[in-house]
């Protein structure tokens, strides 16, 4: 007769159905019980909306800038050469301090420029740089444009950019297609237009801002937005820059008060922090110097506002 082994035993053997199988899964249930009850895995966190109201344009806030925009109807619009460019302490100051409605208007996606977060460039940098002005403007409070021209790097003047740009009329067009469709009163070229705005870029888009401003008014310069519907569209007035610093730099015409605006800082600093914040690829001034600067407009054409 075989011996019967410890093993074989039906009197010593252990049960393995339902309840032994329980008893030797409880341990690791117990463990990945614990394991979800640590800070920050019991949840996975929603990916956060970027499309989300500010917290000042909602509530209160939000009620207190709906109704101080009704009480005017003044529309301004500004042009750059790439994001990063524009004057966000004068749009914040008309758009969320005056209820002014505002356009700004960047003729590249700045996808020359240079990157100093990481190695993306050309085509991938320009993606990143129109994300930063968009995330920008909602801070700003206004709406945004681009233009069909390419930032193709430094240009050491106007000349050489427009040569770049195939000429004129594909920049021109742009600007003025949108000056016919937002109708503004106010122009703002971010440059002065001269050699004192340094990149060729700059000085070209001062230099088509001031030729749109009569040109959207010309039902016979780009004729095909006639056809499609569009009006031309005369805005009132134009400002070009003339300089920073608070003292006009070289493009103020100094002793001649009536045709200079000075914009002075006002409280906006968490403005500017965090739109500087958003322009981190390019590399944008810090804070003190970004809140601290002022800018000096020279008003060149113009017809009165009433």
Known sequence: MAPILAKHNPTTMIKTGRVGGFFRLAPLAFCFA??????GLSQIPAPQNPYQPLPQDTGILGLKQMLLRLQTTARLMQVTAHPDDEDGGMLTLESRGNGDAALLMSLTHGEGGQNKLGSN????????????LTASDRYYGVEQRFSHVADFGYSKNADETFQKWRGHD????DIVRVIRTFH?????????????DGHGHHQASAILTKEAFRAAADAKRFPQQIAEGLQPWQAKKLYLNGGRGGQGGQGGRRGDSN?????????RTVYIYYTKLEHEVDGCPPLSTAASTTEKWGKRRGLPIS
């Open 259 to 267: 045709n200079i605006i000075i914009l002075v800082s006002v409280n």
């Open 121 to 132: 460039l050309f085509d991938e940098l320009g993606v990143l740089r129109t994300l930063e």
């Open 170 to 173: 594909i920049a021109l067009g």
């Open 184 to 196: 503004p009163d106010v122009l703002s070229a971010r440059f002065s237009g001269t050699e004192r």
């Open 34 to 39: 614990i394991f979800l009850s640590l800070p």
